[in-house]
């Protein structure tokens, strides 16, 4: 549509026959006439709202075109030209019905009445396409085609942004098959299960889900437990170990991929969901293709990086469904892929990023080191930009600490053992020596380990690798106990106390619930046994805490290392809460009598005080005109509450009880009249409050103060008489 040409129209006005029917109307809220322009091609209505004919105001309010395949409106309030593009049905101020609802039947009543019968004729032959044989009126028609002409406006609207999409997607093509062998070789090897069930007293069916042989298996020769890590004994893969009877409905486990495409400017990492669902017997019963084992691999995200010198620029796509409408495609990233957590394939590595200043990161030594491992790598990228060094760790094989460098760069709090990124050599940035960095490289340790190994190197203990590796599998990052004051044996004979204690040992509750998050959700669950030890571990260190208060002897051998600990355990919990509980009593019995002890004081003091004042039964000073009185029953303190609305009402019981005093604070010309509130407790001002809780002003405080004082003296001049006594 053309606006210009459209504009310079002539706006039409009413005639005087409108302004005179404009009366006769009610309900009534547009007039409508119509008409053909522009070679009877495009549709012109006028729109007139009576409101304003009733008052002689003959200009339209606003009038539309409408074309075969578009519409606009103008606004004609206004001088200057306005253009709106809503349809009937989402203009402001106007309405083509009325929707009513009566309780039983619906109805529409119409708001616009069209002018003439060949207003009405024009319409409806320029819209017969679009009518419908049980159209209430010709609007429904309208609705129709404005309805048709919005849906293709959007289409254009996504067009412009799906093109350049669709344009940028084309010259990519599928990952060689190298790289989907390598996911399910390598990446995914972490899924592989050796499910198992006894069939004769020692003997156990055994299938390899890897080798996926199947055969009897003598269980003397092979240790089977469920959800234990061990061999199948087949061909030799690293399985976990599944009881058929307690396998769940479907193991299901899932990896993200990141394959990393080479691109003229830059490179495009391209993230696939890898997903291996191994079900039980009764889930392969119900389920179509009747295999233990089913598969898949799909790409969801695609991330475009390219360098303006070493700043990378990157620009996201997801697959999925665009507002809602059409097919699953290539479209703007919108988050709703969580893929940050995955695995890099570096079988095209370093050659894809070689032109990038990616080329020299080794990222690709570290994902061959830990193919089953996922982490940020996108992450891992940004951090070798700002610390290139992140190299140095992933050609030394520090795997573990690499990946916890990533996390811990821009936030150091997700460290304990701490790296020094501005450091020079290697010894310096892990903060140890040549010896113990072998030490830390040979265990691939993480930075807890790398903590164990800082403390160790600065209290002169030397740790071997599988010294430290068996103390962090146990203890985890415990430093006390590196220090020789805090135990009674080599670290080595504690752990292999706890290590044989612990074989029956419950996992815990911290280990058992853990596997459920979904943040766990693409790691590697880590063997029973080790989390049966940390767990034995854990309570070991509190049975000794128990013991240390107890006074037992820790020299003794059975006591420090007991034989069946778990039940020494539990029975010395009995007789460490019955020692707290006893100690508890202790506690509230002495508090109980020093509280009476005070206030036996106070008693004493208020008696001297007021002795002083000659029989008057208050506390006065004078020229201050304030007097201190005290309550004579629970009645009187919660009247002192209401009327200062303040909660001292609910001290009624408390003071009964004798564990606290309340006085009132008066004026002394209006002694019955409430004004401050103080309660006293061990000898001091716990809190003194007028109306409603407020404080208190310059009088009051000076008074309360020269109250506190005499009552010091009193108390500290009764404890020297008695002392005084006592001594002679
Ligand atoms: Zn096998």
């Given at each position: ?44 209505l ?9 008052k ?10 409408l ?33 009513k ?21 024009t ?17 429904n ?7 048709k002409?919005k ?23 599928e990952p ?12 995914m090897?972490f ?15 055994f ?20 959800n ?10 690293k399985?976990?170990?599944?009881a058929?009877g ?38 392969i019963?119900?389920s ?17 990086w390219?360098?303006?010198?070493n700043t ?8 999925g ?30 050659q ?32 070798y930009?700002?610390f ?34 501005k ?14 960095t ?18 160790a ?16 599998e ?9 220090r ?13 106390y ?15 619930c853990?596997?459920g ?63 707290q ?6 506690e ?12 036996a004081e ?11 004042n ?8 004078k020229?201050?005109?304030l ?5 004579q ?32 604070i ?5 002694p ?30 000076a008074?309360?103060k020269?109250f ?5 003296e009193?108390?500290?001049g ?5 002392a005084?006594?006592?001594a002679?």
């Open positions: 549509m053309e606006k210009r040409k459209l504009s310079a129209i002539p706006r039409m006005e009413a005639t005087p026959e409108m302004v005179e029917m404009a009366d006769r109307m009610p309900g009534i809220k547009h007039m409508v006439t119509a008409e053909l322009v522009e070679d009877s091609k495009i549709l012109l006028n729109f007139f709202e009576v409101s304003k004919l009733k002689g105001k003959t200009e339209a309010a606003f009038r539309t075109f074309s075969s395949d578009d519409y606009i409106t103008q606004d004609l309030s206004v001088s200057k030209v306005k253009w709106l593009t809503a349809a009937f049905d989402n203009m402001q101020n106007f309405r083509v019905f009325e929707y609802w009566d309780g039983c039947k619906s109805q529409h009543i119409p708001l616009v009445f069209i002018w003439s019968a060949t207003d009405k004729e319409i409806e032959k320029f819209f017969k396409t679009y009518s419908k044989k049980d159209d209430e009126s010709v609007w028609a309208i609705g129709r085609f404005q309805d002409v849906a293709s406006r959007l289409e254009e609207k996504h067009r412009k942004v799906l093109a350049p999409i669709d344009l940028k997607m084309e010259p990519i093509v060689p098959q190298e790289f989907r062998d390598w996911v399910w070789e390598y990446g090897s899924s592989r299960y050796g499910i198992y069930k006894e069939t004769s007293k020692g003997k156990a069916e299938e390899c889900t890897y080798c996926k042989k199947i055969g009897v298996v003598d269980r003397s020769k092979v240790r089977l437990r469920n234990e890590k061990g061999e199948c004994p087949f061909c030799g893969s399985v976990t170990y599944k058929r307690k396998m769940p409905y479907q193991i299901v486990d899932e990896r993200w991929f990141i394959y990393v495409d080479r691109q003229e400017k830059g490179f495009l990492l391209r993230y696939f969901n890898a997903k291996r669902h191994i079900k039980n017997d009764a889930c019963e119900t179509i293709f009747k295999k233990r084992i089913e598969e898949s691999l799909f790409e969801y995200s695609r991330s475009f390219t360098f303006v010198g990378p620029m990157k620009e996201s796509y997801e697959w469904v665009y507002h809602q409408r059409g097919l699953s495609r290539w479209i703007p990233d919108e988050g709703n892929i969580a893929c940050m957590e995955s695995i890099l394939y570096p079988g095209n590595l370093p894809a990023w070689e032109h990038t200043p990616m080329k020299y990161s080794a990222l690709e030594i570290l994902a061959q080191n830990i193919p089953t491992t996922a982490f940020r790598y996108e992450d891992a990228l940004d951090v930009l700002k290139p060094k992140l190299e140095w760790f992933c050609k030394m094989g520090l795997n573990q600490l690499a990946k916890d460098v990533v996390r811990g760069y821009n936030y150091s709090g997700n460290m304990t053992g701490k790296v020094n990124y450091a020079g050599t290697i010894y310096e940035i892990l903060g140890l020596n040549k010896v113990n072998r030490t830390l490289q040979a265990i691939d340790g993480n930075h807890y380990e790398l903590r164990l190994l800082q403390v190197q600065q209290l002169d203990i030397q740790m071997k690798p599988e010294q430290l590796k068996e103390f962090y146990t203890f985890e990052c415990n430093t006390d106990l590196l020789e004051k805090n135990r009674k044996v080599s670290l080595h004979k504690l752990c292999r706890i290590d044989k204690e612990s074989e029956r040992y419950p996992i815990g509750e911290k280990n058992a853990m596997w998050y979904s943040y766990n959700r693409y790691k590697e669950r880590t063997d029973p046994r080790i989390e049966r030890k940390q767990n034995m571990a854990h309570d070991w260190l509190e049975y000794i805490g128990w013991c240390r208060e107890l006074k037992y002897d820790l020299d003794n051998k059975f006591i420090y290392m007991p034989n069946n600990f778990k039940k020494v355990h539990d029975r010395t919990a009995e007789e460490y809460k019955a020692l509980d006893k100690k508890a009593a202790a509230k019995k002495r508090r109980e009598k020093l509280a009476a002890k005070k206030m106070t008693k004493k003091a208020m008696e001297e005080i007021f002795s002083r000659d029989g008057v039964d208050a506390f006065q000073i020229g201050k005109g007097i201190l009185v005290v309550p029953s629970g009645d009187e303190i919660r009247k002192e509450g209401e009327a200062l609305h303040h909660c001292v009402g609910g001290y009624v019981d408390r003071v009964a009880r004798g564990e606290t005093n309340i006085f009132f008066r004026k002394a010309d209006h019955e009249k409430s004004y401050f509130t103080m309660e006293w407790r061990d000898n001091k001002i716990i809190q003194c409050r007028g109306f409603k809780n407020c404080g208190m002003p310059a009088d009051v405080q008074f309360v020269v506190e004082k005499k009552m010091n009193a108390i500290q009764d404890n020297k008489k008695n005084e006594r006592k002679g």
